[in-house]
């Protein structure tokens, strides 16, 4: 598993918005093998785990670490430039083929 990386305020503040909005949608994060992975549902709310990090968690039964959140209903989140450089990583080499 990959350390916590605390995140920006201003993401948490964005977090606790959509609890108070009870907003339901889809969240698009790596999970704690550093995999692509989504999920849908509604934030119900937000903790501390000693030694672990920060989640939020989601209705029915889900657990995200916050600083893995990709997108969160449609917006950036703490991972979102991780994820814009591996997307990219590709682009910049050739694969061994001649171009």
Do not use: W
């Amino acid at each position: 598993m990959i350390s916590y990386t605390p995140v920006q305020y201003i993401f948490r503040e964005v977090i606790e918005e959509e609890i108070a909005k009870q907003s339901e949608g889809k969240i698009f994060y790596f999970d704690e093998n550093d995999v692509f992975e989504s999920t849908a549902g509604k934030i119900v709310k937000v903790e501390e785990i000693s030694h672990e990090g920060i989640f939020l968690f989601l209705e029915p039964d889900k657990r995200i670490r916050i600083d893995r959140i990709i997108t969160l209903f449609g917006k950036p989140g703490a991972a979102f430039d991780e994820y814009d450089a591996y997307a990219n990583q590709c682009l910049s080499c050739t694969g061994g083929y001649e171009i």
